[in-house]
């Protein structure tokens, strides 16, 4: 095998979302040469899936620094940085005129799915020599060929959204999940418009405690004013929903904070059925609908639906990186030295310091995790936090090591801290984990990929 200098090759980025998209931006700033390989048919694709969901967080916080200075020359407008964009309008009016830049277009292959990642010429037994050589990053077309593409670097920007959590507990399928899949409708169906008819007058199961939940459940009450015959039943495995109804008014994205409010007024005025501590065992599929058996509150649960919204949270994909040399916790599966602030278990209270790639990097040197898959399966996630996790990065790649440590984040606050939501709800104590208030920006769980 001839080996090409490692420093002559270009920066494979995986993933044409927003992070994905910055990530190029900043290494073209840097001199640097990027590749975007995106499985979808343009880019933001995955966002465009779900194009119907306003966002929570105003353009201010949703468009990337250097892909600014990227579209303003070619006459690109920015929107008015207090409007709310739906995700349509954020693919529309940001990502693919960003696509279309003549930087960015000659470097982006749409329809190229990421199969592997591998250091070139070495499986990830090999140290000898290790560091000197570049990446071979396999990839499939859409014409079904596969072709090795190498790489100086890698950043994966490829998101979670096409990993769904399983309904089943203990992070397991439930006996029965595969042939059920008709019924699954996914994480967040358009439920006024194009998913109209899948619930109009029929009964929907609901499952999961985020804010695409909520979405999908304040679209259900919707239509049940105008659909009779409308059911709506939200199973949740914990034991209150308190953490989800959030800040109110205290909560710096009123969007975010109004969400929240308007669930819990949903759930106490009856317009919707609540099941706490929820375990689902096994889906039964017929023809018309899907019978779900488990339990909630230790006692039976045996319910017939028409649809299940899958709003579980997601989980990365690593089975492409197995021959990389990852150093991730095993709870969370996010880099070793970013799980301690935003694990669930140990920082529920939704903040976050400033950080770049020092915290991102692993064993394996050039490879980065960034983006929603650097949170691993923490729900906790800003798209300003993506955008200077690869700013840090491109400076890292280019050996300017004073502004990659340099990181700066400004995220607007949730003012609640939800681990205290649900151990008062719970009848335990609160205030162990957070104390006063934090200097640092804080995050809630947001919609997939983007805040």
């Not at 070495?122 to 140290?127: F, H, N, Y």
Request: net charge negative; glycine share 12%.
């Amino acid at each position: 095998m001839v080996e090409t200098a490692r420093a002559e090759l270009p920066v494979i980025v995986i993933g044409a979302g927003p992070v994905g998209l910055a990530a190029a931006a900043h290494l073209l700033e840097r001199g640097l040469e990027p590749w975007v390989l995106e499985a979808g048919e343009r880019a933001g694709a995955a966002i465009s899936s779900w194009g119907h969901v306003r966002l929570f967080s105003p353009w201010r916080y949703d468009v990337d620094a250097a892909a600014r200075r990227l579209l303003e020359p070619a006459g690109w407008t920015s929107p008015d940085p207090d409007a709310l964009p739906t995700g349509r309008e954020l693919v529309d009016g940001y990502l693919a005129p960003l696509a279309a830049t003549p930087e960015i277009a000659s470097r982006l292959r749409t329809g190229t799915r990421v199969l592997a990642v591998a250091r070139d010429g070495a499986d990830k037994t090999r140290s000898l020599g290790r560091d000197r050589r570049g990446y071979r990053v396999r990839t499939v077309g859409a014409d079904g060929r596969v072709q090795d593409v190498l790489a100086r670097a890698v950043i994966d920007a490829s998101g979670t959204f096409s990993t769904s959590n399983p309904l089943g507990g203990s992070g397991l399928p439930a006996a029965g999940e595969p042939d059920a899949a008709p019924f699954v409708t996914g994480p967040l169906p358009d439920v006024l418009g194009a998913d109209h008819d899948r619930f109009a007058g029929r009964h929907a199961l609901v499952v999961g405690m985020g804010h695409s939940a909520a979405n999908t459940l304040l679209g259900l009450v919707e239509l049940s004013e105008t659909a009779p015959g409308t059911t709506i039943t939200w199973a949740i495995r914990g034991g209150s929903a308190r953490r989800l109804f959030g800040g109110g008014t205290d909560d710096e994205l009123p969007a975010r904070g109004l969400l929240g409010t308007r669930l819990r007024d949903a759930v106490e005025a009856g317009r919707l059925r609540l099941l706490t501590r929820v375990s689902i065992e096994q889906l039964v599929p017929g023809a018309e609908s899907v019978r779900v058996l488990g339990t909630a509150k230790d006692q039976r649960l045996e319910l017939d639906v028409h649809a299940i919204v899958n709003a579980t949270g997601f989980r990365p994909d690593l089975g492409m990186l197995r021959e990389v040399r990852l150093d991730l916790d095993p709870v969370v599966e996010a880099p070793s030295a970013l799980a301690p602030l935003i694990d669930p278990n140990q920082h529920s209270c939704g903040t976050v310091p400033p950080h770049g790639e020092a915290v991102l990097s692993h064993p394996d040197d050039g490879f980065y995790l960034v983006g929603m898959k650097s949170y691993g399966r923490a729900p906790t996630f800003l798209l300003a936090t993506g955008y200077e996790q690869v700013r840090s990065v491109a400076a890292a790649l280019a050996g300017d090591r004073a502004a990659a440590d340099a990181v700066e984040l400004d995220l607007p606050a949730t003012g609640v801290c939800s681990s205290d939501l649900a151990l008062e709800a719970d009848g335990e104590s609160a205030g162990s984990c957070c104390g006063p208030a934090p200097a640092e920006p804080q995050l809630v769980t947001l919609s997939p990929t983007v805040g």
